[in-house]
């Protein structure tokens, strides 16, 4: 894999906004973005191997399986530059998150910051009805929603103990919530490279 030296996790429900500031991320302090569901539906489009495998989970909003979500990550990964990264949307699992955890400390990294946007649920599917993915149905939204509550939500803990995580309140205009991002940030002694 290539060699970042910044490593960030954005973490939260769907509709939280982070592929929204993970953009901005990746434009303001030059991280590459990697979203994992980019990466699937990509993949779909593409009708490559992972993609059909990953295709019908995508659809009903289920999570795509642990092996399937690393093998394509550490796939991408490998072909990657060294530069800093963004991560939206992974880890999503305990499984995921040890993972990752080793594959880091295996090439010597360690996470920088886990920036928890938090949305409550109505914000959240609200943003999601205007933003009309497939996947974005009331009935699939609303899973989604749930699986984070059940299986990611956890892993605010996991990383609490780790003193990573910074919590981020997601209710505000985009550029709001990017300021906090960055003071927030900032006081944790965080340094963006530009
Ligand atoms: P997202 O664009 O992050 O909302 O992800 C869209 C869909 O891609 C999810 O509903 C899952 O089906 C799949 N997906 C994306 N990231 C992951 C992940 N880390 N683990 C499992 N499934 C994922």
Redesign the pocket.
């Given at each position: 894999m290539a060699d970042p030296s910044t490593v960030l996790v954005l973490l939260g429900p769907?509709g939280a906004g982070?592929?929204t500031q993970g953009a901005r991320l990746s434009e303001s302090a030059n991280m590459r973005h990697i979203?994992?569901?980019?990466l699937?539906?990509s993949a779909v489009e593409a009708n490559t191997q992972a993609g059909l495998r990953?295709e019908s989970?995508?659809r009903s909003?289920?999570?795509?399986p642990?092996e399937v979500?690393l093998h394509v990550l550490e796939e991408y990964l490998v072909k990657t530059e060294a530069c800093d990264i963004c991560f939206?949307?992974?880890?999503?699992?305990r499984r995921?998150a040890e993972r990752f955890d080793e594959l880091l400390e295996r090439i010597g990294l360690c996470l920088s910051m886990v920036l928890y946007i938090s949305v409550p649920d109505d914000v959240a599917l609200n943003r999601l009805a205007s933003r009309g993915r497939d996947?974005d149905s009331r009935d699939t939204a609303r899973y989604?929603l749930g699986l984070y509550h059940s299986v990611t939500e956890p892993l605010i803990d996991y990383y609490e103990e780790t003193e990573v995580l910074v919590r981020i309140d997601g209710v505000a205009e985009e550029h709001v919530v990017f300021d906090r991002i960055t003071s927030l940030a900032s006081e944790k002694g965080f340094r963006w490279t530009r």
């Open positions: 769907p982070k592929g979203s994992t569901g980019d699937f539906r990953a989970y995508l909003g289920q999570l795509v642990d979500v939206d949307g992974f880890p999503r699992t995921q996947d989604r």
